[in-house]
């Protein structure tokens, strides 16, 4: 130990009692500055939230890093899983070398991305540019809020929780439109017009084929929906809106076969393109964000929530919605693009009048 | 037939015509064409339904000759037209307003040897770039003109109506087509027209061939399509073998057509897993590469190469095979014929592809005509051309593979027909792997300097017709060396077909083209 | 001239983003001529790359971190080579792959017009790797040559001569 701090000293001091002297007043200063920056302002604005709103703090804070660690933490596992299950479908293994089975690869691909330069082209637009990839990512945490993982284990229980989630998921939309509109490229724009066409067009299905769940459940709230479903799950009286909100959600996240915003080969680009480092992995991560929040919202509706025998609510849960990321990746790999005129002839010729009469016949059912 | 009916009514406009040995030219007639009468005899060919192999140019220091060759598909017989152009007075009338094949043709020749052909809408640099400021495939280095060097500059892509913008593909794509660059003029979001820029890899073939000998040359062969360089490599080879009357031993033409066969389902299933992943399913990427590594193992353990095979010589073949060979060839067979289901259940039934290229980009046969379209582009437009059987090389006669043709002439036929193929080529495979004679692999004595004279040969390459054209002075190096490309003849259909359509069906247009880009460039 | 280091030192930190750098190296696809066939042979499943991290291939140059540059340079495309470098990210590097990348290959002739006699003329290089076209072993060990070159450790072994 003193033969390193030895070493440290004649390395990056050379030697000399003076410089090392000058950067330990440099250090007192900092500490000094942040100890009381630390207890006179943020001490006491802590001080004041408390006496106004009490435990329900602590609560609602540890909520919040609770919705982090799963966010964060199903990132890093899609990462990994995506390229694992893309590997076996495709005859091949994913990532190996790095770690044991390749389990290291996000946390490598994290760190490297962000290390990487961060370049602002000149001429994008720049409130557009650079706030595009907060858009897209922050309205997902705040779906997240209301997601029911257990019994007991939700942030919030609003009593209009599928309103807010439908709210903050067209921010989404918006997002990309930013992004692609934003970095001045006639590329991205063409990615970012088609996507916002497509996520009109796959929205108005997603929301007609949850009308049905809410009328069968008779409330807004997630909970409450997961509670209407304690003796039969709504798939089985409700399959073809089922199916009507996966496709729709897979559109809605962009995923292939519906990703042409981000079509590789057809225009070299996509709204992404000119993003370079972590403003990129935000939108990386939004997309695996999303994908969670779409199949965790299609167990909550359909299958049941956190229901069912012996295992935890919370294993349940996830194992539920992991086995509908698994069919949305199965996707990706076996099928190719759709085309767009033919992705919006999908939308509006087929899946809209197909959940408007599944509406029609479950009201009339119910009425009954 | 239909080439004597031709030719009866050209004698009867004047024309001079002599008829030349197949054997050892690689045409069946020759017709002398004065320069202002060319447009009329492009009109005859064109009425009795001809349609336009090559144009192509050779500069004889004193004077210019240019050559027509044209070809009939029930009438398979080469017929060439001659016109000789004085260089100081080069000017000839284009003859792309009766065949608009010949425009790009017209367009090289221009840029590499300074033709000016009249009548013709856009004379720009198709392969060069405004550094160079030569003819480069002269003789002599001659500069260019100025009004020459404003004509060829005068591409202008600047926006001529309100809503029309023009957009680029390329040539950075991630469809591994290679260096193309498409310029696209848009009206929303259907193209108006589509201005293919070419010239990336233009590696200077034809000049290399005048500086090289013909040993030295023949490695440059497999290099101009690298997915499929067992085509280059017999044309080249069959061209120096027909001008110098050689007869290739029967044990070498036979494990010819065995490599050219196996090359051609390697090239195929290339071409699968490309075009698949411009559309954007990239799972079956992956199983046609594992079977084309199946193939390369075999044909690396004959060769020595995994992708460009020099293994064919003058005269033969490099060396003889090598154990095991033919019982992994047969092995690869059953491998490949249990594969199909694969490729049938993921791709061919999959209605996703079904909808992406069903009725895209439909090219008809007069197109095709016209441009000199070939190979599955064509076959997959209802014609049963193939050079295999019209002229048949390597041991093609013993083993006469079936022409597989599709009637609708959009991308999901030429998806089929290129399927078919490769079940084609396994039938092929499997006569060819039993009868292969005994005897030698190649012949003792080749001569050191081949005879003086011209000679085209025509191959059938996974793409569609190669030919090549050797103008030999009895030197040990060509005197000229021209390549017939069939990309390049296709990506002219394309540019008339892809007209009104939308980009996602353009790529995949283009994806089912199957071009190779150094090819074209040369 | 002594190029002056970086004012804050990481040190550790530096090491650490390196083997991360090292182990998630994402290329750009600049395929051109015959090579671009072996690189993406490479890609395929006998020897995929994705095992070492190397699997994501971004189209767009912002995006990568190395860029592979397979076939032929001309003169035509010299500048969109440039351009593609510069929009790169740092930190960024660059493997010429086959012969015609590393000096022209064969297409060096006299009288030649057209073919400009290696990519480090034009952006600067970091691993060569020679053959007409090299195998797809060839561009995996580059690969982990360029991590060698990021970290100071190679991944495997390379093997001794026994005679």
Not at chain 1, 56 to 79: E, I, K, Y
Not at chain 1, 238 to 260: C, K
Not at chain 2, 184 to 196: D, H, S, T, V
Request: glycine fraction near 8%; charge should be neutral.
């Amino acid at each position: 130990m003193i033969e390193w701090l030895k070493r440290r000293y004649r390395e990056d001091f050379g030697g000399d009692p003076l410089r090392l002297a000058l950067a330990m007043v440099g250090l007192a200063m900092i500490l000094a500055v942040v100890v009381a920056f630390l207890y006179l302002v943020v001490g006491r604005t802590l001080k004041a939230v408390w006496s106004a709103w009490g435990w329900d703090v602590v609560r609602l804070f540890l909520g919040m890093v609770g919705v982090m660690a799963v966010v964060f933490g199903n990132a890093l596992f899609l990462v990994w899983a995506e390229r694992k299950v893309a590997g076996h479908m495709q005859i091949r293994i994913g990532p190996k070398e790095v770690g044991p089975y390749g389990l290291l690869q996000s946390i490598a691909d994290s760190a490297k991305l962000l290390a990487k330069e961060i370049i602002t082209p000149r001429l994008v637009d720049r409130p557009l540019y650079l706030l595009a990839p907060l858009v897209i990512f922050v309205p997902c945490l705040v779906a997240m809020v209301v997601i029911p993982f257990d019994a007991r284990l939700q942030v919030r229980d609003i009593n209009v929780g599928v309103v807010l989630i439908l709210a903050f998921s067209s921010l989404t939309v918006l997002a990309i439109f930013m992004a692609g509109w934003g970095s001045v490229n006639k590329y991205s724009l063409i990615g970012g017009v088609r996507s916002i066409s497509q996520g009109i067009a796959y929205e108005i299905p997603m929301l007609l084929a949850i009308i049905p769940v809410v009328m069968m459940s008779g409330t807004l709230s997630l909970k409450g929906i997961v509670e209407a479903q304690s003796r039969l799950w709504f798939v089985a009286v409700q399959p073809v809106a089922f199916l009507i909100y996966f496709i729709s959600a897979v559109a809605e996240t962009n995923r292939t076969p519906f990703d042409l915003p981000e079509a590789e080969s057809e225009l070299v680009a996509g709204y992404h393109t000119e993003y370079s480092g972590m403003r990129f992995s935000l939108f990386f991560l939004a997309e695996y964000t999303n994908m969670f929040i779409v199949s965790a919202l299609a167990t909550v509706f359909f299958l049941g929530g956190y229901k069912g025998p012996v295992l935890p609510g919370v294993v349940w849960f996830f194992l539920k919605t992991y086995f509908l990321i698994f069919i949305i990746m199965w996707f990706r790999w076996t099928f190719p693009r759709v085309r767009f005129d033919q992705l919006l002839n999908f939308s509006w010729k087929l899946l809209i009048p197909l959940a408007m009469a599944n509406l029609l016949v479950t009201g009339g059912l119910l009425k009954l | 037939m239909v080439a004597e009916e031709l030719l009866r009514g050209l004698e009867g406009l004047g024309l001079e015509i002599r008829e030349a040995l197949y054997e050892r030219q690689g045409f069946w007639f020759d017709i002398h064409c004065p320069r202002d009468r060319i447009v009329e005899v492009a009109e005859a060919f064109d009425e009795k339904g001809y349609w336009i192999e090559d144009v192509l140019c050779v500069d004889w220091r004193e004077r210019l000759e240019l050559l027509y060759h044209f070809n009939h598909w029930e009438d398979p017989r080469r017929l060439s037209v001659r016109v000789q152009v004085d260089p100081a007075d080069p000017e000839v009338p284009s003859i792309c307003k009766v065949f608009p094949g010949a425009g790009w043709h017209e367009r090289e020749i221009h840029e590499f040897f300074g033709v000016r052909f009249k009548g013709h809408p856009n004379l720009a640099y198709l392969f060069l770039h405004d550094e160079i400021d030569f003819y480069p495939l002269r003789k002599d280095r001659v500069p260019i003109p100025e009004e020459d060097k404003r004509l060829l500059t005068s591409m202008d892509f600047s926006p001529e109506e309100e809503d029309a913008f023009w957009i680029n593909m390329g040539p950075q794509h991630p469809s591994t087509h290679g260096v193309l660059r498409l310029i696209l003029k848009m009206r929303g979001e259907y193209i108006e027209r589509a201005e293919p820029v070419l010239g990336y890899m233009h590696r200077m073939q034809e000049k290399m061939a005048e500086v090289r000998t013909y040993a030295q040359y023949y490695p440059n062969t497999a290099r101009l399509d690298y997915v499929g360089p067992l085509a280059f490599s017999q044309c080249f080879v069959g061209a120096m073998e027909r001008l110098c009357g050689l007869e290739v031993p029967e044990r070498a033409q036979v494990i010819r057509t065995i490599t050219l066969e196996l090359n051609r389902i390697a090239s195929h299933l290339l071409w699968l897993g490309t075009f698949l992943l411009d559309l954007g399913a990239t799972t079956p990427y992956f199983f046609a590469f594992d079977d084309r590594e199946q193939i390369l193992d075999l044909m690396e353990g004959l060769t020595g190469a995994r992708l460009t095979f020099s293994f064919f010589r003058i005269g033969g073949l490099y060396e003889d095979l090598n154990d095991g060979f033919l019982e992994g060839v047969a092995r690869f067979i059953e491998r490949m014929k249990k594969r199909f289901q694969i490729y049938d259940d993921l791709v061919t039934g999959n209605i996703i592809f079904v909808k992406r290229t069903k009725d895209v980009g439909v090219i008809p046969r007069e197109v095709a005509r016209r441009y000199g379209a070939t190979g599955p582009t064509l076959r997959g437009s209802g014609v049963a051309y193939d050079v295999r059987r019209s002229e048949p090389y390597a041991a093609y006669s013993d083993f006469p593979p079936e022409v597989v043709v599709r009637q609708e002439g959009d991308s999901y036929a030429r998806y089929l027909v290129r399927l078919e193929e490769i079940k084609r080529s396994l039938m092929v495979l499997e006569q060819a792997i039993e009868r292969v004679p005994e005897g030698p692999f190649r012949l003792q004595k080749t001569p050191k300097k081949p005879v003086p004279g011209e000679v085209y040969f025509a191959t059938e390459s996974p793409r569609g017709q190669v030919g090549i054209y050797i103008v030999s002075d009895g030197t040990d190096k060509p005197y000229r060396l021209k390549w017939r490309s069939p990309s390049f003849s296709n990506l002219a259909a394309f540019t008339e077909v892809v007209k009104g359509q939308l980009i996602a069906d353009a790529v995949a247009t283009l994806g089912s083209l199957d071009l190779v880009i150094p090819e074209m460039d040369r | 001239m002594e190029v002056r280091g970086p004012l804050i030192k990481f040190g550790v930190l530096e090491k650490l983003l390196n083997l991360a750098r090292a182990n998630s190296l994402w290329p750009m696809t600049f395929g051109l001529a015959c090579c671009a066939i072996e690189m993406m042979a490479t890609t395929a499943a006998r020897f995929d790359p994705a095992r070492f991290g190397a699997e994501v291939f971004r189209p767009s140059p912002r995006q990568c971190d190395f860029m592979i540059v397979s076939g032929t340079i001309t003169k035509k495309i010299a500048p969109v080579v440039r351009t593609l470098y510069e929009q790169m990210a740092a930190p960024k590097w660059v493997i010429a792959y086959g012969n015609c990348a590393i000096s022209g290959g064969p297409f060096v002739f006299e009288g030649q017009y057209n073919v400009i006699e290696g990519v480090d003329k034009v952006i600067p290089v970091d691993v060569y790797v020679p053959g007409c076209p090299p195998r797809p072993e060839a561009l995996l060990e580059a690969i982990m040559k360029l991590e060698e070159k990021l970290t100071g450790y190679r991944r495997f072994p390379t093997p001794e001569r026994r005679w």
